[in-house]
């Protein structure tokens, strides 16, 4: 699993937690990169944001070995073992400790702008960072909640070394992360964006989460998230082969939409899910799973066969139907690169029961013989710097007799790997989806 940036990494760490018994949470940030992690955790929970600054204290000649930590209001940690063993003097302890701690009370009045420090007495301490790696950090962090009498203490992050997430259990009295990959190299590896917060960064989603009441905090064409009815992994049985899926049903959800992946791509996929979470916050179920087994994949003609790909996906469908969460429920297709082929191929097909059919950076084409069939109303999404994409799109828009929309997202290219693009076509996707997917709700 990888993740787009840290808020999509934030949004998804915190529909786990909200799994957690109900606690009286203060959500702190590790500064810089665990604040934009931590704002959408604290966000979703309804609890206040704070960061919690701490900073190591180096054994004067071995500054990466910790002889100990401090952080506000006074909090010293002291690990007596390294300090004899280093033969650190009292002397010296305190040269490092005043210059850490001047630097401390400097960052601390950066970050807050002049508020005070949230107190985190007999309340939950829920530690946020944007991964993990060696958790020295956060295991200092531990140990100042503990000495400023937070009740209990829970770590929660997006990624984590599996030995350093194991360790941690040592200092908190919970530890959430999403991911423990092996191997594990650097946190960055697991973010599409992994460029670093600035101090401002920090700042302004401090004061945001400060002066912005969390139930106005998500944006208003975005509902609230439901708990999860139900969120695994699945596997469907599809010419004699298994194929694997996630399917993702809020509670209450009654509009579905199967993803139908592009070449090279999987159900894993960062960017589609990332569109995903997008619908599940406004309420709506996905579906994404792979149309192709591994050893199919080898097979690039295999990729590129669109009759294929759609005769799975109608499959797949029927699977969907038959399972509680699908019975009456209106089914959209979502489909990027050639999975938008075949998306539109299988919309095609006499009788097929699709309500809503939108394409990412797709390739129509794939599917014009059969595109004058389509009955579903279709947005095609293109990056304006997608040229040759963009002209396949404009020509199969002239050649859809169904209701369809063809909309450029401004300095994306084929990837939607510019700032805010993928962001912007997601918000397009979920917004056809709102608008055309209409359950047939059982009668009472």
Same mark, same amino acid.
């Given at each position: 699993?990888?993740?787009?940036?840290?808020?999509?990494?934030?949004?998804? @760490?915190?529909?786990?937690?909200?799994?957690?018994?109900?606690?009286?949470?203060?959500? @702190?940030?590790?500064?810089?990169?665990?604040?934009?992690?931590?704002?959408?955790?604290?966000?979703?929970?309804?609890?206040?944001?704070?960061?919690?600054?701490?900073?190591?204290?180096?054994?004067?000649?071995?500054?990466? %070995?910790?002889? !100990?930590?401090?952080?506000?209001?006074?909090?010293?940690?002291? +690990?007596?073992?390294?300090?004899?063993?280093?033969?650190?003097?009292?002397?010296?302890?305190?040269?490092?400790?005043?210059?850490?701690?001047?630097?401390?009370?400097?960052?601390?009045?950066?970050?807050?702008?002049?508020?005070?420090?949230? *107190?985190?007495?007999?309340?939950?301490?829920?530690? /946020?960072?944007?991964?993990?790696?060696?958790?020295?950090?956060?295991?200092?962090?531990?140990?100042?909640?503990?000495?400023?009498?937070?009740?209990? $203490?829970?770590?929660?992050?997006? $990624?984590?070394? *599996?030995?350093?997430?194991?360790?941690?259990?040592?200092?908190?009295?919970?530890?959430?992360?999403?991911?423990?990959?092996?191997?594990?190299?650097?946190? !960055?590896?697991?973010?599409?964006? =992994?460029?670093?917060?600035?101090?401002?960064?920090?700042?302004?989603?401090?004061?945001?989460?400060?002066?912005?009441?969390?139930?106005?905090?998500?944006?208003?064409?975005?509902? *609230?998230?439901?708990?999860?009815?139900?969120?695994?992994?699945?596997?469907?049985?599809?010419?004699? +082969?298994?194929?694997?899926?996630?399917?993702?049903?809020?509670?209450?959800? &009654?509009?579905?939409?199967?993803?139908? &992946?592009?070449?090279?791509?999987?159900? &894993?996929?960062?960017?589609?899910?990332?569109?995903?979470?997008?619908?599940?916050?406004? !309420?709506?179920?996905?579906?994404?799973?792979?149309?192709?087994?591994?050893?199919?994949?080898?097979?690039?003609?295999?990729? =590129?066969?669109?009759?294929?790909?759609?005769?799975?996906?109608?499959? /797949?469908?029927?699977?969907?139907?038959?399972?509680?969460?699908?019975?009456?429920?209106?089914?959209?297709?979502?489909?990027?690169?050639?999975?938008?082929?075949?998306? @539109?191929?299988?919309?095609?097909?006499?009788?097929?029961? $699709?309500?809503?059919? $939108?394409?990412?950076?797709?390739?129509?084409?794939?599917?014009?013989?059969?595109?004058?069939?389509?009955?579903?109303?279709?947005?095609?999404?293109?990056?304006?710097?997608?040229?040759?994409?963009?002209?396949?799109?404009?020509?199969?828009?002239?050649?859809? #007799?169904?209701?369809?929309? %063809?909309?450029?997202?401004?300095?994306?290219?084929?990837?939607?790997?510019?700032?805010?693009?993928?962001?912007?076509?997601?918000?397009?996707?979920?917004?056809?989806? /709102?608008?055309? @997917?209409?359950?047939? #709700?059982?009668?009472?």
């Amino acid at each position: 699993m990888s993740f787009v940036d840290r808020a999509e990494a934030g949004r998804r @760490l915190a529909r786990r937690v909200k799994q957690l018994p109900s606690e009286d949470f203060v959500v @702190l940030g590790l500064p810089r990169g665990g604040v934009p992690v931590a704002f959408e955790v604290a966000r979703e929970l309804g609890a206040p944001l704070d960061v919690i600054v701490v900073r190591k204290l180096g054994v004067p000649y071995q500054p990466e %070995l910790a002889m !100990g930590a401090i952080g506000e209001a006074g909090v010293r940690v002291v +690990n007596d073992r390294v300090v004899r063993a280093a033969g650190v003097t009292q002397e010296e302890f305190a040269v490092v400790e005043e210059r850490e701690r001047a630097e401390l009370a400097r960052r601390a009045a950066r970050f807050r702008g002049g508020r005070s420090r949230v *107190p985190i007495g007999g309340r939950t301490a829920l530690i /946020v960072d944007d991964g993990i790696a060696t958790g020295s950090t956060v295991r200092a962090a531990c140990q100042v909640a503990r000495a400023q009498r937070a009740a209990r $203490v829970i770590v929660a992050t997006p $990624v984590a070394a *599996p030995e350093s997430a194991a360790a941690l259990r040592e200092d908190a009295d919970e530890v959430v992360a999403l991911e423990t990959p092996e191997p594990f190299f650097a946190i !960055g590896q697991f973010y599409d964006d =992994f460029s670093q917060t600035s101090d401002e960064e920090v700042v302004r989603l401090l004061e945001l989460a400060a002066t912005q009441p969390a139930e106005d905090a998500t944006p208003a064409s975005i509902a *609230p998230d439901d708990p999860l009815g139900r969120d695994e992994e699945v596997e469907i049985a599809v010419d004699g +082969n298994r194929l694997g899926g996630h399917l993702t049903v809020p509670d209450g959800a &009654h509009e579905i939409v199967v993803f139908a &992946h592009g070449s090279g791509s999987s159900r &894993h996929s960062p960017r589609n899910r990332y569109v995903a979470t997008v619908l599940h916050d406004a !309420g709506l179920g996905t579906l994404l799973f792979d149309l192709l087994t591994p050893d199919e994949e080898l097979d690039r003609a295999n990729v =590129f066969d669109i009759p294929l790909l759609a005769r799975r996906l109608v499959d /797949v469908t029927a699977w969907m139907r038959a399972q509680p969460e699908g019975r009456g429920a209106s089914i959209g297709y979502f489909g990027a690169s050639t999975g938008a082929g075949a998306a @539109l191929w299988a919309a095609a097909e006499p009788g097929a029961d $699709v309500a809503a059919v $939108v394409s990412r950076g797709g390739r129509p084409d794939l599917a014009m013989a059969r595109l004058a069939d389509v009955r579903a109303p279709t947005l095609l999404i293109v990056g304006a710097r997608d040229a040759t994409v963009l002209a396949l799109n404009a020509e199969a828009e002239t050649q859809m #007799r169904c209701p369809v929309r %063809l909309s450029v997202v401004a300095g994306a290219t084929h990837l939607f790997e510019e700032p805010g693009t993928l962001a912007e076509a997601a918000a397009l996707a979920r917004d056809w989806f /709102v608008e055309h @997917l209409h359950p047939v #709700r059982p009668s009472r």
